[in-house]
């Protein structure tokens, strides 16, 4: 698997330093032929890497996570963002009903996924009505009315004995029944060929200008890899979409073709569809996707537990190193700030120890600026200064601030907030005679 080969990769450098551009390449060429396998089309691959590697080269190697496990965080991360970040729901229609209208190519699944929508738009309290609007092919009719009957939900098809009838009009009238039967949602299922085609295109654009859709999906096959791409810039150009509903993500394939659709649409993923049962659906979720498509679930859980691990032990010391007041330096306090920050619930914890809700406050009114800032001046501090502030005086004020980029009176300012988390540090010991209450994990 990818996660093994970038393992090998990385067996040199561990927890120090930065990536070298040797290990950053390698580690691309890995991850470019598990995006490939995936069947991920390969320009997408190509802007995707350029990506990866411009963010590997600007990380430190955390002291968390070995190499190869950041990296796959990182790609992980990126993946999930291009992907989509969130999931979308349904945007509703102000006055109903809401139209969503279905367009793709036969068989990717349109009719299938016009009776899972319908389901779950029950499930969420709507009262869906499913259009038959594909006439094309002489069963398409009564394959939606199954589904319908199994979703408990009404289908409006075109009347028996009238001839071929107009997919255009059954559409059109399907709204006015919608609305006169207060169905809040209407679901059109679309005709589909095997290939793009010009016909099909024109007849699902004449549907679209006979009823606009609040959501056009286009429903496109995950199996069907590479060509994923023409085929949802072909429905692109000829009708257009709000938004992509993938389907048969059951099947062997690893879903590379949701990352080519998205990249090449800009549209987002609203709907997962993963079997031919009607319950086999839900709405898309890119961080599942991420790591099918790198094919690591299981690296990536071991990732965020060594990470969360790492971070209560770091907790874990400063709130030791805290209890101890005496020893409190401008390295801890800059530490302190930073854990606080990225900790969030835990760091939340500190609210809850005597006196240390002020010092929370203090710290989580720090911004990414503020900290950037407070970081330039610690850091040009030297090590003694950073051990005793008190030696800090004006003309070791002066240097600081030219060595940081910043005004002498950061300096000073950040020098009285050092000051002050001692005092409440020392009081807080003094006053609380037995220290902190025992609190889990501290
Ligand atoms: P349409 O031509 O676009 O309407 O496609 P259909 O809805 O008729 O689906 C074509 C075939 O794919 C049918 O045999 C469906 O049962 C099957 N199918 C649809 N969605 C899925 C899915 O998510 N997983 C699997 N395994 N089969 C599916
Ligand atoms: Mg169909």
């Known amino acids: 698997t990818l996660s093994d080969r970038l393992s090998s990769v990385f067996t040199s450098l561990r927890g120090k330093g930065r990536l070298s551009e040797e290990d950053i390449n390698t580690t691309a060429r890995e991850i470019r032929l598990a995006l490939l ?3 991920v089309a390969l320009p997408v691959v190509r802007t995707f890497i350029a990506r990866i590697k411009e963010r590997a080269r600007g990380t430190e190697v955390s002291k968390a996570l070995n190499p190869a496990q950041q990296v796959i965080k990182i790609v992980n991360e990126e993946l999930v963002e291009i992907l989509g970040g969130q999931t979308r729901d349904i945007r509703y229609a102000k006055t109903p009903p809401t139209v969503i209208m279905l367009a793709g190519l036969q068989g990717s699944g349109k009719t299938t996924l016009a009776g899972k929508l319908a389901r779950w738009l029950v499930a969420e309290r709507n009262t869906p009505l499913l ?10 009719v009564t394959q939606l009315q199954v589904l319908g009957e199994r979703a408990e939900v009404p289908v409006f098809s075109p009347e028996p ?26 679901i059109i299922d679309t005709a589909g060929r095997l290939g793009v085609d010009e016909e099909m295109m024109r007849q699902a654009a004449d549907i679209r200008d006979a009823v606009s859709p609040d959501e056009i999906l286009f429903v496109v096959d995950a199996m069907i890899g590479q060509d994923a791409v023409t085929t949802a810039e072909a429905f692109r150009d000829g009708v257009g979409y709000d938004a992509v509903a993938l389907t048969k993500l059951d099947g062997d394939a690893r879903g590379g073709a949701a990352l080519s659709v998205r990249h090449v649409t800009d549209r987002p993923i609203m709907f997962a569809s993963t079997g031919e049962k009607l319950d086999d659906f839900d709405l898309f979720h890119p961080d599942r996707m991420a790591s099918r498509i790198l094919d690591m679930g299981d690296m990536l859980t071991l990732i965020e537990q060594a990470q969360r691990t790492f971070d209560e032990s770091e907790a874990e010391d400063m709130a030791k190193k805290l209890a101890s007041g005496d020893d409190f330096t401008l390295e801890d306090f800059l530490e302190q700030m930073q854990m606080v920050r990225k900790l969030g619930p835990i760091g939340n914890l500190l609210g809850m120890m005597p006196g240390m809700g002020q010092m929370r406050d203090q710290i989580s009114n720090v911004d990414e600026k503020d900290l950037d800032r407070i970081t330039a001046i610690i850091r040009s501090m030297t090590p003694a200064e950073r051990a005793n502030p008190k030696m800090i005086n004006g003309s070791r004020r002066l240097r600081i601030a030219n060595g940081s980029g910043t005004q002498v009176s950061d300096v000073n300012g950040l020098i009285t907030r050092f000051f002050d988390a001692q005092k409440m540090l020392r009081q807080m010991k003094g006053g609380g005679g037995s220290g902190m209450p025992g609190m889990p994990g501290m």
Do not use: F, K
Not at 131 to 140: E, G, I, K, T
Not at 161 to 186: F, K, L, T
């Open 37 to 39: 396998e995936a069947d």
């Open 131 to 140: 259009v038959a609007a594909d006439l094309q092919r002489p069963n398409a």
């Open 161 to 186: 004995g009238n001839g071929v009838g107009d997919p255009v009009a059954v559409a059109r009238e399907s709204v006015e029944y919608a609305r006169r039967q207060n169905h809040n949602v209407v």
